[in-house]
């Protein structure tokens, strides 16, 4: 018989459990991202810069990060070689590149999911949302060996 309070306690998902940064550098893709990440209760933090995002990391937690690979003051792939994401934080590449080596290069540093940005990115946000909640209730995740 399975104790119904073990599974309800490990089925519970609260996405404000969770922090997110999100470095995105268009204004209109950053503004959706927080407010639909937000509207799911999750606590997010916005930035539009490398500069920005390296000084949030330095400051705060984050569960997950939400990052571009081209801002105006470099590449996010910095952010991975320099180790400036802890090794307990999740990370997703939002992008307009679609090159298969770029994709792998981010891979290898262990990401969960690689979305290119298109026209139908902004309608398709929750998708982030659902990657989360199966990664925290263990319904998936990627090993990278």
Partial sequence: MVNQNFLSNTLHFDPSDFTILVLEDSKFINKVLYEQLS???YM??????????R?????NHFDYCILDIYLPDGESIALFQNNEIPADSKAMIITTERDKQTREQFFAYGILDYFVKNDTFVNNIDTIHRLIEQVEQNYCCNILV
Wanted: hydrophobic share 45%.
């Fill in 55 to 59: 000084k949030a990391l330095r400051e």
């Fill in 39 to 41: 509207k799911y209760g």
């Fill in 44 to 53: 997010v933090v916005s930035v539009f810069t490398i500069e920005e995002a």
